[in-house]
């Protein structure tokens, strides 16, 4: 009987000792790589699409940043010039009393950026001109969609509503641009300012 349970216990030591097979162990990791490798292509997605979303509000953001200061000087605007007639392209030109301070503002959507300038309506005496400068990044508007359409005449004293189409696309963002659009109303003045006040325009 003693000789009985001293086997029995022989051999579940034996059995103890055993431990996992090469084959048990090699499909264990072969499950487990699979698992991370999912769970990685999981994670990847989720954080490509994140920075996508990051970098389309911010694009988005910025221009909307850039319509508001066009708001601004539009609103206090006593010459509209029609964008279509405008020397250079993808461009618009107002004569504006915006903050007080009469000058000629112009935006242009140029190498894939929104720029602004102004300068004095006496620039060629007085040599007020400022630099470009980039408001907006990643706006890919191009002759076949014009960032910039004034409604009805094209004369300085006819309509006085301005339509804004932006078209912004970061470089990280996948999809389609994205439309950022207004319209902008103009101050309701009839006459009485020189449509050639803002003429020529300085050389770039």
Not at 52 to 57: L, N, P, T
Request: proline residues 5%; contains cysteine; glycine residues 6%.
């Amino acid at each position: 009987m003693h000789e009985i349970r001293r086997r029995l216990v022989a051999r579940r030591l034996v059995a103890t000792d055993q431990g996992l097979t090469l084959i048990e162990l090699l499909v264990a990791m072969l499950i487990f790589s699979v698992v991370m490798a999912i769970s990685f292509s999981v994670l990847a997605a989720v954080q490509r699409q994140s920075s996508d979303v990051v970098a389309r509000e911010d694009t988005v953001g910025n221009a909307r940043l850039a319509i508001e200061q066009m708001d601004r000087q539009i609103r206090s605007g006593n010459v509209l010039y029609d964008p279509l007639l405008e020397p250079l392209p993808l461009s618009m030109r107002v004569y504006t009393q915006a903050n007080g301070a009469q000058q000629c503002v112009q935006w242009q959507v140029y190498s894939g950026a929104l720029r602004f300038r102004s300068w004095s309506p006496t620039w060629q005496t007085d040599g007020i001109v400022s630099a470009w400068s980039n408001v907006a990044h990643y706006i890919v508007n191009d002759a076949a969609n014009p960032p910039f359409a004034l409604e009805g005449s094209s004369t300085a004293y006819g309509s006085r509503l301005l339509d804004i189409s932006l078209r912004v696309k970061a470089p990280r963002a996948g999809g389609n641009p994205v439309q950022v659009q207004t319209s902008l109303s103009g101050r309701n003045t009839l006459y009485g300012y020189d449509p050639g006040v803002c003429s020529p325009v300085p050389a770039t």
